[in-house]
């Protein structure tokens, strides 16, 4: 704390990210990455930008990333102006909330949901009110009809993992016709159905992606948000004023790369998918509840043992998982998908553990 802070610094509450742990070969299922690597494309991209000698960094990047648009555009069979880039989506949702949430009414979302929210919430002043899931973590659309500034929420959920079905999406769009309804479909690519194809019929849905997860790409930052053009301006408005350039060179080529190699990455998701539904089996064998995940996680509670000391136990053994302390879900722990040796590694201990 010093005097020099501002009023709003006094009042942030900052997102904790996952460890990043200082080691050699750490079991790293703490932040949803992906275990496999990224197209080799993407690789051979960044060397093509960089050359020899490095010589296109002289120059900024393109400010409108317009030929990394251009391939998303055509990926999903939209057009470029519907298409925005961020520097991940986590800063293009901090965009959404500032240039699309902030209204008189209240953004709606879930109490059990990515805990950027809350945090980007405060940061810009925007007024929030959370919406309980129902019993078993499912979001109930019939409660996200009272008047709001926008409603927000991932598909499938974090840290759930529970996916909507596409036609309930449908359903609280068509009936929010007020205010702009955002899907983060962060881990959309492992499970549940995309609602991109939505926002030419409807002009208040905004559909917000990353190359993090499904793409491997997580160490280049590049995320999107698609939707009507006038949302697509509203957002560029607020990165204009902000940084003309959020994608370096590297970032926006990689990208790109990633998009003209789509066997690549339906691979890896169907690896990732495999590997999940193995690890479920495995933690139910150990006596867990598991949530039916449509992501490239799984949520967990064991009913003998608490989940704070389950997770720092296997972190004693490298092994990263993630806990929240927070309502409802604190005796849950993260498990991201990882390889299936690392899947194995970590039931192994598990088992150790509870002494099965
Ligand atoms: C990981 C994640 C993001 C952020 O992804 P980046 O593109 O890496 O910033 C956004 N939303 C949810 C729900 C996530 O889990």
Same mark, same amino acid.
């Given at each position: ?23 050699? !070969?750490?079991?790293? @299922?703490?932040?949803? +990455? ?20 490095? +010589?296109? @960094? ?12 251009? $391939?998303?555009?055509?990926? !999903?069979?939209? /057009? ?9 989506? &986590? +800063?293009?949702?901090? !965009?959404?909330?500032?240039? @699309? ?20 919430? *405060? ?42 079905? @596409?036609? *309930? ?23 549940? *159905? ?26 280049? /930052? ?38 003209? &190699?789509?066997?690549?990455?339906? $691979?890896? %998701? ?7 539904? /193995?690890?479920?089996?495995?933690? +139910?064998?150990?006596?867990? #509840? ?32 993630? !806990? ?5 879900? #604190? ?11 690392? %899947? ?11 002494? *099965?």
């Amino acid at each position: 704390m010093s005097r020099y802070w501002s009023d709003i610094v006094h009042r942030l509450v900052p997102y904790v990210p996952g460890e990043q742990p200082v080691l050699a !070969h750490p079991v790293k @299922l703490n932040t949803n +990455e992906n275990p496999y690597p990224p197209s080799p494309r993407v690789v051979e991209a960044i060397r093509r930008e960089l050359g020899d000698t490095g +010589e296109a @960094l002289r120059r900024y990047p393109d400010p409108s990333a317009r030929r990394l648009r251009e $391939t998303v555009a055509a990926h !999903h069979g939209i /057009r470029a102006d519907q298409v925005f880039v961020g520097n991940g989506s &986590d +800063e293009v949702l901090a !965009h959404v909330f500032q240039a @699309l949430l902030k209204h008189e009414h209240p953004v709606l979302f879930p109490d059990v949901t990515y805990s950027f929210y809350p945090t980007y919430a *405060r940061l810009y002043d925007v007024a929030y009110r959370t919406v309980a899931l129902d019993e078993s973590f499912g979001i109930r659309i019939d409660d996200y009809t009272m008047p709001n500034g926008g409603v927000l929420f991932p598909n499938p959920n974090a840290p759930t993992g529970r996916a909507l079905p @596409l036609d *309930r999406i449908e359903a609280l769009v068509a009936r929010n016709t007020e205010s702009v309804v955002v899907i983060d479909e962060a881990y959309v690519d492992f499970g549940a *159905r995309s609602a991109v194809k939505l926002i030419d019929r409807y002009p208040h849905l905004l559909v917000v992606q990353t190359v993090s997860k499904a793409r491997s790409l997580a160490g280049m /930052r590049v995320g999107f948000a698609f939707g009507d053009a006038a949302l697509i301006e509203a957002l560029n408005r607020v990165k204009d004023s902000f940084n003309s350039y959020p994608l370096d060179r590297l970032a926006q080529v990689a990208a790109t790369a990633s998009y003209e &190699d789509t066997a690549w990455f339906e $691979t890896n %998701c169907a690896r990732v998918i495999a590997s999940r539904e /193995r690890l479920t089996a495995k933690l +139910e064998t150990l006596g867990f #509840d598991v949530v039916p995940s449509a992501a490239n996680f799984v949520f967990a509670r064991h009913k003998d043992h608490d989940a704070a000391t389950l997770a720092a136990k296997l972190r004693e053994r490298e092994i990263f998982v993630r !806990h929240f302390k927070a309502p409802r879900i #604190d005796q849950y722990l993260r498990i991201s998908i990882g390889t299936d040796t690392e %899947c194995d590694t970590l039931a192994g201990a598990l088992g150790e553990l509870l002494g *099965r």
